[in-house]
């Protein structure tokens, strides 16, 4: 593969199966999402709850809202646009804002959450299953059947207990709203459903048949995930280095801290203070990708000096648990650099990296020098699911360096060949495929 070019790869999360749950308000949708949930036991599963999506109301229609008198009830009052465009971000494996709605306001407030990485979505409302752009995107439909007098009871509760509703208003918008919009709007999904579950949560045989079907669809995506790897990993042993893979000049000094990091013999005390050492300089020739600019000061003999000065700020993202072993050296390096984390762990069973943790640093995409630091990198696995977060996350990618003690070239190509643009910075290119062992000796477990 020539330099430069770049290899199409998606992460696990790149193709979220997307459930769809419709049904009367108060057939105990949620209840049989969370349900679903519970059966599957997995993570990276998340219910998206379609009253998120309600539209922004007038103040003429905030009026007759908090009269009981405006109708929620209709497709009209969901914002479908912003909906698929969520769902399509998801879908991409991108990352999506999702509006926070208050119904004691009946108002859209400005904070918003985050979804990101999930591997299956499950959309629950009323309208799951009107928009034929939300259809598109549904890997199952199913519609939750229950009797008009329970769903009536159930929706009282909810509103009185926890919208701060009062009996009258909620029964004055059942029969004005939402009685009439079931059989107009609600009841003709039933028609294009997959599966009609009837008695919500007490129907077991169905939460576990919808169950086996989404493990069924992950597995599948699974196996597609792990010939994308496999891929990858054959292109990386045909390919040279790239360029953007730098090592560290072997002098001297180098070459005996790798002598006592790599001799057994070697004390724990001395081991954490020459890797300490060596760490300092991988951040320091990281550093060098900051964007500079020219800086003029007055020296103390009252001459003029032009120099240089960073044009912008950095921040370091630990890839645990590994690369909490670089925060030392770090720290003397660039006391004030923001710190994010991300925990990435590998399945035992698949071999496939998976993303259980994130928690990045503010304003990230605005740094012009963005670490990822990780002391080994071995398959490159963990490493491009790490970028790929950045990456989703709005870091441009000529911005993002990844510094490491050691790698492999199979590792480093393989990470280089789906983001050419990205830096590497390691003190030695160690084995292929080598287990990882500077952390167990760093922090001693």
């Not at 259980?356 to 699911?385: C, E, I, N, W």
């Given at each position: 593969m020539p330099s430069g070019a770049r290899t199409q790869y998606s992460p696990p999360w790149g193709n979220a199966s997307i459930i769809g749950v419709a049904g009367s308000s108060g057939s105990g949708k949620t209840s049989l999402a969370l349900a679903i949930v519970a059966?599957?036991?997995?993570?990276?599963?998340?219910?998206?709850?379609?009253?998120?999506?309600?539209?922004?109301?007038?103040p003429e229609q905030s009026q007759a809202a908090f009269r009981n008198e405006f109708d929620f009830d209709a497709p009209d009052a969901i914002d479908f646009d912003v909906l698929v465009e969520r769902l399509q971000a998801i879908k991409q494996g991108k990352v999506a804002e999702i509006p926070v709605y208050s119904f004691a306001k009946h108002a859209r407030l400005e904070q918003t959450t985050t979804i990101y990485s999930?591997?299956?979505?499950?959309?629950?409302?009323?309208?799951?299953?009107?928009?034929?752009?939300?259809?598109?995107?549904?890997?199952?439909?199913?519609?939750?059947?229950?009797d008009g007098d329970l769903c009536l009871s159930r929706r009282l509760v909810r509103d009185v207990k926890e919208r701060?509703?009062?009996?009258?208003?909620?029964?004055?918008?059942?029969?004005?709203?939402?009685?009439?919009?079931?059989?107009?709007?609600?009841?003709?999904?039933?028609?294009?459903?997959?599966?009609?579950?009837?008695?919500?949560?007490?129907?077991?045989?169905?939460?576990?048949?919808?169950?086996?079907?989404?493990?069924?669809?992950?597995?599948?995506?699974?196996?597609?995930?792990?010939?994308?790897?496999?891929?990858?990993?054959?292109?990386?042993?045909?390919?040279?280095?790239?360029?953007?893979?730098?090592?560290?000049?072997?002098?001297?000094q180098l070459q005996a801290i790798h002598t006592l990091l790599l001799d057994p013999a070697t004390s724990k005390e001395d081991y954490i203070f020459y890797f300490d050492r060596l760490v300092t300089m991988l951040i320091s020739k990281a550093i060098d990708f900051l964007p500079f600019e020219p800086e003029q000061v007055i020296t103390p003999q009252n001459r003029m000096y032009m120099g240089l000065k960073g044009s912008a700020d950095m921040s370091a993202v630990v890839i645990l648990r590994g690369g909490s072993v670089f925060e030392t050296g770090?720290?003397?390096?660039?006391?004030?650099?923001?710190?994010?984390?991300?925990?990435?762990?590998?399945?035992?069973?698949?071999?496939?990296p998976e993303l259980h943790y994130r928690a990045l640093p503010p304003k990230l995409k605005t740094d012009g020098l963005v670490m990822l630091l990780d002391p080994q990198m071995s398959t490159g696995g963990a490493a491009l699911m790490a970028v790929r977060v950045l990456v989703d996350?709005?870091?441009?990618?000529?911005?993002?360096v990844f510094v490491t003690y050691m790698a492999g070239r199979v590792g480093v190509n393989r990470v280089l060949s789906v983001f050419p643009e990205v830096r590497v910075v390691m003190a030695r290119m160690g084995e292929d495929m080598e287990e990882r062992w500077v952390e167990t000796r760093y922090l001693g477990c």
């Amino acid at each position: 593969m020539p330099s430069g070019a770049r290899t199409q790869y998606s992460p696990p999360w790149g193709n979220a199966s997307i459930i769809g749950v419709a049904g009367s308000s108060g057939s105990g949708k949620t209840s049989l999402a969370l349900a679903i949930v519970a059966s599957l036991n997995l993570p990276w599963v998340v219910i998206l709850s379609m009253d998120s999506f309600y539209k922004p109301l007038t103040p003429e229609q905030s009026q007759a809202a908090f009269r009981n008198e405006f109708d929620f009830d209709a497709p009209d009052a969901i914002d479908f646009d912003v909906l698929v465009e969520r769902l399509q971000a998801i879908k991409q494996g991108k990352v999506a804002e999702i509006p926070v709605y208050s119904f004691a306001k009946h108002a859209r407030l400005e904070q918003t959450t985050t979804i990101y990485s999930p591997h299956v979505v499950i959309l629950e409302g009323i309208f799951a299953l009107h928009d034929q752009r939300v259809l598109d995107m549904l890997d199952l439909r199913i519609f939750a059947d229950a009797d008009g007098d329970l769903c009536l009871s159930r929706r009282l509760v909810r509103d009185v207990k926890e919208r701060g509703r009062d009996i009258e208003g909620c029964i004055k918008q059942w029969f004005g709203f939402v009685k009439p919009n079931f059989y107009r709007f609600v009841s003709p999904q039933r028609e294009i459903a997959d599966v009609i579950i009837p008695r919500g949560i007490e129907n077991k045989v169905a939460i576990s048949m919808v169950s086996d079907q989404i493990r069924r669809t992950l597995a599948s995506k699974s196996a597609q995930h792990q010939l994308e790897l496999q891929r990858l990993g054959q292109i990386a042993e045909e390919s040279p280095l790239s360029p953007n893979a730098i090592v560290l000049e072997q002098r001297h000094q180098l070459q005996a801290i790798h002598t006592l990091l790599l001799d057994p013999a070697t004390s724990k005390e001395d081991y954490i203070f020459y890797f300490d050492r060596l760490v300092t300089m991988l951040i320091s020739k990281a550093i060098d990708f900051l964007p500079f600019e020219p800086e003029q000061v007055i020296t103390p003999q009252n001459r003029m000096y032009m120099g240089l000065k960073g044009s912008a700020d950095m921040s370091a993202v630990v890839i645990l648990r590994g690369g909490s072993v670089f925060e030392t050296g770090l720290r003397r390096t660039i006391p004030d650099c923001r710190t994010g984390r991300i925990l990435i762990q590998t399945n035992p069973k698949t071999g496939e990296p998976e993303l259980h943790y994130r928690a990045l640093p503010p304003k990230l995409k605005t740094d012009g020098l963005v670490m990822l630091l990780d002391p080994q990198m071995s398959t490159g696995g963990a490493a491009l699911m790490a970028v790929r977060v950045l990456v989703d996350h709005g870091v441009p990618e000529d911005r993002i360096v990844f510094v490491t003690y050691m790698a492999g070239r199979v590792g480093v190509n393989r990470v280089l060949s789906v983001f050419p643009e990205v830096r590497v910075v390691m003190a030695r290119m160690g084995e292929d495929m080598e287990e990882r062992w500077v952390e167990t000796r760093y922090l001693g477990c």
